[in-house]
């Protein structure tokens, strides 16, 4: 029934956000076409011998600059292009490792750190779909830098087992879940933001895909700021 619907401003900015989604993917192929004709020009140019020193050091500025970003691109290209379906053991310390990458220069744009813990030991797997655990993974990070916006803090990330579980914990000291009862913060179409910095669908969809996993996600008791804790069963 149309009362059960989102605000019409959730909506309006649902849908600027999936458009938003399509034209980046056919700007992503532009962007890494250009890449590749100033990567391939820079590698002629280098292989040149009448270029002074301060012109070979601002190809190779160039260069590294070039190899950065594609980079970039081809981080997005594999999330968008992640199967939803094939279920598989993942390796969460690489899953954690990409989406800290994948978020690395909003991070830093924002003024923000990351801490990330994990023994280099230990073997941190889980049965499921790499995608979706990525997509969860980005949406607790994400949930972190949104409460600290403003701040110079530090968002902590740490893999651990805690028995037949493996969880991935993320931590920070912002202001907190500021919904009552704090188990609201799960539901779809909640936000303390504005629609167009998020529809209120992270969370909601972190969770769906941590229970999808045979796992929980949940609020960690935090004398300050908020801590979400994923745990999927450990398998591989």
């Not at 691109?73 to 899953?95: I, M, N």
């Amino acid at each position: 029934m149309a009362g059960d619907l989102p605000p019409k401003d959730v909506l309006i900015a649902l849908n600027r956000s999936a458009t938003a989604a399509r034209l980046l993917s056919g700007a992503v192929h532009e962007v890494n076409n250009a890449l590749q004709v100033i990567s391939g020009t820079v590698e002629i140019l280098q292989g040149r011998t009448d270029l002074g020193e301060p012109v070979t050091r601002a190809l190779e500025r160039v260069r590294a600059q070039s190899a950065r970003a594609a980079t970039a691109l081809a981080d997005v290209l594999v999330f968008t292009k992640g199967s939803v379906h094939e279920t598989t053991p993942v390796d969460l310390r690489e899953t954690v490792t990409y989406c800290l990458g994948v978020r690395r220069f909003a991070i830093h744009r924002a003024g923000l750190a990351v801490r990330f813990e994990a023994d280099p030991d230990e073997s941190y797997v889980a049965p499921g779909t790499s995608s979706l655990l990525q997509q969860a993974i980005l949406n607790m990070i994400v949930n972190s830098e949104q409460a600290l916006a403003g701040t110079r803090s530090t968002i902590d990330v740490e893999l651990r087992k805690s028995g037949p579980h493996v969880e991935v914990r993320v931590s920070d000291e912002g202001p907190g879940v500021q919904v009552e009862p704090r188990e609201r913060a799960f539901e779809p179409f909640v936000s303390t933001k504005d629609p167009w910095q998020g529809a209120g669908l992270g969370l909601w969809a972190a969770r769906a895909i941590a229970e999808a996993h045979k796992g929980t996600l949940t609020i960690e008791e935090k004398p300050a700021g908020a801590s979400f804790v994923m745990r999927l069963p450990q398998g591989g």
